[in-house]
């Protein structure tokens, strides 16, 4: 049995942004490599620290969805994930053993060779014809003058289409870094150019910054009075959204140090959590805002506010992820990156198989179950706030300057919102929804957001009731 983790970034504000992760985890689950694919990030649930607890298995591969190396990636994701590791990994990955699991870190996907073929493949679909007469490819990185790793791999990938011979140029331009892209006249020669987004998403830089520096128009632009003679560019989708980037995420896997073709085995205190809701769900149970009983052979999940409603007047979702996508929104339609907060939309009804039950109720509330049940064994260790404040690096650094008025001021607003009861803080729960009590639910850790808002408090630029967490 095998495990893959895909970790993104995520997103408090935007519901788009873990979008792309989603897709990948997606098409490679429907390769059936693996026994299960997981999402996790750094900014939704599951999040970094609760993710390695919802794998069913005991043989973990986690794999950064990010375009290049720096300081999400040899940083927060191994200090989040407790790989006990900091700085640059190496090409085969860092393995580890944590809690009865062998855990694999891989590089981010955005660094392996096999991401050439994808620059090859945008370019060819923004020019069917091109050739090494007179075409000349523009990979364009974003760059930054924090990280120099983060343009080596722009660098890398243009002399590897250069040696290629299959253009009549290649060059590597950037964003925020010199060769700057607004350059590209006095750096490209050739009459045609085809250029290549070198970033994970289709975002503000590719559909506003990148058009606006390089004065394009849309997919082709002429430009018949530029210094060396006309030239035409032929503008590319992002590298990052085609689907051969699952090839590379899979072959990333394979590579990755002490990767075993036989897997591992079932993770026995997470099948032994999942048995004990099967026997929940069976009877008839509720979680949090959720009803979950057995109907027809299948189970059915509702709002618990709309029990007894007929079933034609609910709109009816038959996939985890269906119930995944209605999870994330509000009834207002906005983004819901705590999943206990108290605003689960209604409406709704789920219809699943007992096969898909795990994967409905993790799309419902990720790790709820998890660590429900470790709560309900005495198993489950909390960090208090302290502990999670210290740990926090670069910008969220300054959150172990709050005062503990400062911390309830925040709590009061952000957690008075959540059906969890904060252990972390010092608070009491005597039993969980696996004893019948629906909203009893354990909040071992101060979440992302959580802390986010205390980043804003501390800095004073925290609003009114409601916060305004912002992303970075």
Request: aromatic residues 8%; proline residues 7%.
């Amino acid at each position: 049995m095998r495990s893959l983790v895909l970790i993104g970034h995520g997103s408090h504000l935007n519901g788009e942004s873990a979008g792309a992760v989603y897709r990948y985890a997606e098409l490679i689950r429907g390769r059936g490599l693996y026994d299960e694919v997981v999402e996790g990030y750094w900014k939704e649930e599951p999040s970094l620290r609760q993710v390695l607890k919802t794998t069913r298995s005991t043989d973990v591969t986690v794999i950064p969805m990010f375009i290049s190396e720096g300081y999400f990636t040899e940083t927060v994701i191994p200090r989040e994930l407790g790989l006990g590791h900091q700085g640059p990994v190496a090409p085969e990955g860092v393995a580890r053993v944590l809690g009865g699991k062998t855990v694999r870190y891989t590089l981010p996907y955005g660094v392996h060779p096999g991401m050439s073929d994808v620059i090859l493949a945008r370019a060819r679909e923004a020019l069917p014809d091109l050739n090494p007469a007179d075409t000349a490819l523009i990979v364009l990185g974003h760059g930054t003058t924090r990280n120099e790793n983060s343009n080596r791999v722009i660098y890398q990938n243009a002399e590897r289409l250069r040696a290629s011979g299959q253009f009549a140029q290649v060059e590597a331009l950037f964003l925020d870094e010199d060769p700057k892209v607004g350059t590209w006249p006095q750096v490209v020669t050739a009459p045609r150019v085809v250029v290549v987004p070198f970033f994970a998403s289709e975002g503000w830089h590719t559909l506003e910054t990148i058009p606006e520096d390089m004065g394009l128009t849309g997919d082709v632009t002429e430009f018949p009075g530029n210094p060396g003679g006309p030239q035409t560019v032929y503008y590319a989708k992002p590298v990052g959204t085609h689907a051969a980037v699952a090839d590379v995420v899979l072959h990333l896997a394979e590579e990755a140090r002490g990767a075993s073709p036989h897997g591992g085995d079932e993770d026995r205190g997470h099948a032994q959590a999942w048995a004990a809701f099967l026997e929940l769900a069976r009877r008839g149970t509720r979680v949090g805002e959720a009803l979950v009983f057995p109907q027809a052979g299948m189970f059915e999940l509702r709002h618990a506010l709309d029990e007894g409603r007929p079933a034609p007047d609910l709109t009816t979702v038959v996939t985890p992820e269906g119930l995944r996508d209605l999870a994330r929104f509000d009834e207002g339609g906005h983004h819901r990156p705590v999943h206990t907060f108290r605003t689960l939309p209604r409406g709704w009804r789920a219809v699943v198989s007992e096969e898909d039950l795990p994967r409905a109720m993790h799309n419902l509330y990720p790790a709820v179950v998890e660590e429900g049940y470790a709560h309900h064994t005495h198993s489950l260790r909390a960090t208090p706030w302290p502990t999670t404040a210290r740990r926090q690096t670069g910008i969220y650094a300054r959150v172990t300057r709050a005062t503990p008025e400062q911390v309830e001021e925040v709590a009061r607003d952000v957690c008075s919102r959540c059906l969890k009861t904060r252990l972390w803080a010092g608070e009491k729960l005597g039993c969980t929804f696996f004893a019948g009590v629906p909203g009893a639910i354990p909040c071992p850790e101060a979440c992302t957001y959580f802390v986010a808002e205390m980043r804003e408090e501390v800095s004073g630029k925290r609003g009114g009731a409601g916060g305004h967490s912002h992303d970075h």
